[in-house]
């Protein structure tokens, strides 16, 4: 089989730059000729095996980033822009979104912002009573919505935090009780834990009480203890984290905080290393692993996702978690696969199912229209109020990662994951996906015509040509 080249001109502009060498000078340490490396950086060369090594030798490059980053999530998220019906001359061609996404990824970026601004405002013209009163200042993402992309093309690993987290949890390399650690720093702050409060967290600063419900888990209880103790030990870090980010608002930069303080929290439940060892040796047994961590499922699959520390990165999976209407809460992807930035998610995704088989992982083999292939696991991760009268909050996750990694994982035994039948072709919403005949189809694709035959119908009312 032949080996598919690798173009990476853009990673190797952005390494050349973050080590602030001249092209000449990256040239001769690389062991190329100049204009060899303007054809590299420029993509009309692809990236040689030399240069490969080259980069891992001299300068402790991870070579896997190479292959990964932003171009794939772009590509996923600039079809969906162009399927919008206001680009009604149709999408560009497949090959030439690629190109864009990895010769001029600053462009791509803005293209999607711009969309995604236009989006915003058309929406606020849509609803009268939400623009009556407002002024004609330039449409902006929504803070959510930018704090979401904000860890999406992070690939939801912030490396500071995350070692901060794990210096925390293990200092000097040795493990210890983060929620013990974590309740005596307080302690030695003049804060006392109360589990007495009717929210999940309620911290009164004047009076140096931390309240915690004492009706939800002690996973939980534990989260929000080093959520508490990462927003006021870890403020200069969360602050210049922050700074770099460069939100457009003040709401989207408190979300953000939230955000960062979560992801701390997660981290030092879960610690990189220790966490990643674990999962090996468990082979990714989500169960296995909140019992010897003390997290809950949800916790888990999150933190699987987050792997991607250079050098010691973790088997790329998806994470999604969607309620029932189909609404997807949480997302992220270190696969091919990339969610819907509108919408919800695929209904034959097994994800969806898990709310009828409550406490089950379900398992399933799923193949998207590119041809790639999935191992999914899903569960419902419902969460009680803890009384007869409070309400229940119903959420769903799934987790996915390539089959090629299907050997690693322990819920892979004894499916036949060789044969081509047993895969059920998934998408990623049917606004974009260009399977013809899915049953499931709610809504016609966007950038596909159509054919209506009024004496002939179908699986779906119309044909997709």
């Known amino acids: 089989m032949a080996q598919q080249k690798l173009y990476a001109g853009a990673k190797l502009r952005e390494t050349r730059t973050r080590l602030g060498l001249t092209q000449r000078a990256f040239a001769e340490k690389l062991g190329v000729s100049l204009p060899y490396l303007n054809q590299m950086e420029n993509n009309n060369r692809p990236v040689s095996t030399g240069v490969v090594l080259a980069l891992a030798q001299e300068f402790g490059f ?127 702050q003049g804060i006392h834990i109360r589990y007495n409060s009717e929210n999940v967290r309620d911290f009164d600063k004047d009076r140096g009480i931390l309240s915690l419900c004492a009706r939800t888990s002690k996973a939980t209880q534990s989260f929000q203890i080093l959520h508490q103790l990462a927003l006021l030990t870890q ?31 997660g981290a030092a439940l879960l610690p990189y290393a220790n966490f990643l060892a674990a999962v090996g040796e468990t082979r990714h047994d989500l169960e296995m692993l909140g019992d010897r ?54 209904p034959l995704w097994n ?20 041809g790639v292939r999935y191992l999914s696991i899903a569960r419902d991760v419902s969460k009680s109020g803890g009384s007869f009268h409070a309400p229940v909050r119903r959420y769903a996750v799934g987790l996915g990662c390539e089959i090629s990694h ?36 709610s809504v016609p694709p966007l950038e596909r015509a159509l054919t209506i035959d009024p004496d002939k119908r179908g699986t779906l009312p119309y044909s997709i040509d």
């Open 62 to 188: 991870d070579v896997t980033e190479l292959s990964t980053g932003d171009a794939e999530r772009m590509v996923t998220d600039m079809r969906e822009a162009l399927a919008d019906p206001v680009f009604s001359d149709g999408a560009p061609p497949l090959a030439d979104l690629r190109l864009a996404a990895s010769n001029a990824p600053a462009l791509a970026r803005a293209f999607l912002k711009l969309h995604s601004a236009y989006k915003q405002g058309s929406e606020r013209l849509a609803s009268l009573d939400a623009a009556l009163g407002r002024d004609d200042s330039p449409a902006r993402p929504s803070p959510w919505e930018e704090v979401r992309d904000f860890f999406h093309y992070c690939d939801n690993y912030i490396d500071s935090i995350d070692r901060a987290a794990e210096h925390f949890a293990c200092p000097n390399g040795q493990a210890r009780d983060v929620t013990a650690a974590a309740i005596d720093v307080l302690q030695s």
């Open 235 to 265: 403020n200069d870090l969360l602050d210049a984290t922050l700074d770099l980010a460069r939100f457009h608002t003040e709401d989207a930069r408190k979300i953000a905080r939230i955000g960062l303080a979560n992801y701390f929290a």
């Open 293 to 346: 961590f003390g997290a809950s499922i949800e916790q888990v699959g999150h933190r699987l996702s987050t792997l991607q520390r250079v050098g010691a990165k973790g088997i790329p999976f998806y994470f999604v978690r969607v309620d029932q209407a189909g609404t997807i809460t949480k997302r992220h992807s270190s696969t091919r696969l990339q969610f819907a930035r509108y919408g919800g998610a695929c």
């Open 351 to 370: 994800v969806h199912q898990a709310f009828e088989t409550p406490g089950r992982f379900l398992r399933q083999l799923a193949e998207t229209p590119d």
């Open 406 to 441: 299907a050997s690693d994982l322990v819920y892979a035994d004894d499916l036949d994951v060789k044969n081509p039948n047993a895969y059920e072709p998934i998408g990623i919403s049917c606004r974009i996906c260009e399977r013809k005949n899915c049953h499931q189809r």
